[in-house]
């Protein structure tokens, strides 16, 4: 059932996938499996995901790359340039809260609940944002300083899709990508943020389709599942 394998490309379930050059083929009981869409993406033989019309989103986890504000601040020139505690805070705020409201916008419209409580219909979606950078981050002494940029920055999303009731894992994913890798441009907050959302945008879209293909395949075939990069 090779259509499977095509299935989980589309999937968007998972926290923390190791980051090591090879990814090991299982990890907490789940099979490792080719996705087009995603870096890294697993799951749980003979998992149904049918019996599923609602999502519980827990609230986003948002980190910055290892040293990431010391790093930026080491390479800038000017100390009102330079990224503060207040200001890497607020960055971290407005990341999260667009990533959560962007992830509920996609489960609606695709037909989903968004729930606050467990039930046996009801599928935890757990999300975080690691890795993140941005390249051309506004600070309130920015000046007339101008900061022209392909992208807008980086991130990794991290997902995790259990049952609410059991708190049995039924997939992981992981994906990274450069954010708004278009062209050269100024960039501020309006430019970087609008790029952000967009990757977050598809990132929801994917974890919705996902789910809606992994419904139709379910449940899903162990003998399909094995699948070595």
């Known amino acids: 059932m090779m259509t499977c394998l095509a299935a989980l490309s589309l999937i968007a379930v998972a926290p923390v996938a190791p980051a090591t050059a090879k990814t090991p083929d299982t990890w907490d009981n789940l099979h490792k499996v080719k996705s087009k869409r995603l870096d890294t993406v697993y799951l749980l033989p003979g998992a149904d995901f049918r019996t599923y019309s609602k999502v519980m989103l827990d609230p986003t986890e948002v980190a910055f790359q290892k040293n990431w504000q010391r790093d930026y601040n080491n390479d800038t020139v000017g100390l009102d340039r330079r990224i503060s505690d207040e200001d890497a805070a607020k960055i971290l705020s407005a990341a999260r809260s667009g990533f959560e409201e962007v992830f509920a916008k996609a489960y609606q419209q695709g037909g989903y609940q968004v729930v606050t409580t467990p039930g046996p219909d009801v599928l935890r979606v757990r999300t975080a944002v690691i890795d993140l950078t941005v390249n051309a981050p506004d600070t309130m002494s ?81 003998n399909a599942m094995p699948a070595k990069k």
């Open 142 to 222: 920015a000046g007339r300083v101008r900061t022209y940029s392909r992208e807008a920055g980086g991130a990794t999303l991290v997902l995790e899709a259990r049952d609410s009731v059991t708190g049995a894992i039924l997939g992981r994913a992981v994906d990274s990508r450069d954010i708004g890798d278009n062209f050269v441009y100024r960039r501020d907050s309006v430019t970087n943020r609008a790029d952000f959302e967009q990757a977050f945008g598809h990132w929801a879209k994917i974890s919705v389709d996902g789910l809606n293909e992994l419904k139709t395949l379910s449940p899903i075939d162990a």
